[in-house]
């Protein structure tokens, strides 16, 4: 049997224990993916574990912002924890939209873990052509 190992892992691991869990004054970030994909841009952001209700998006002006917030199962007073890696409290990210995005449009979808935004971009700020109208006549200019 091959087994991966992850050097780093044990450091990671460390460094969140130090850290401690996300708190609503120093949030833990969160991972994302963000791409265009025709006349929209999509932004994914993983939250595995996190219910649909403790997720937070608010935008002013052309700052995006998502929280979330990951809280402890409830569990009898019989269970004795062995080992917890997944982190727990709130997280956090905040994005600079573009002018030509249109943030009166976002949508937002949470699924298996992974909330989804899409975000139109604004008709203004796709390209258009320009017609060219050409001139009948000879124009003189008198002094």
Known sequence: MLMRT?????????????????????????????????????????????SADAIDIDVERNMLTVKAERRPVTKSDDVQMELSERPLGAFSRQIVLADTLDTERIQADYDAGVLTLRIPIAERAKPRKITISAGSGRKEISG
């Open 6 to 50: 992850d050097p780093f892992r044990e450091l990671d691991r460390l460094a969140q224990q130090l850290a401690g869990p996300g708190t609503w004054s120093r949030p833990s970030p969160m991972p994302m993916d963000a791409y265009r994909e025709g006349d929209q841009y999509v932004v994914a952001f993983d939250l595995p574990g996190v």
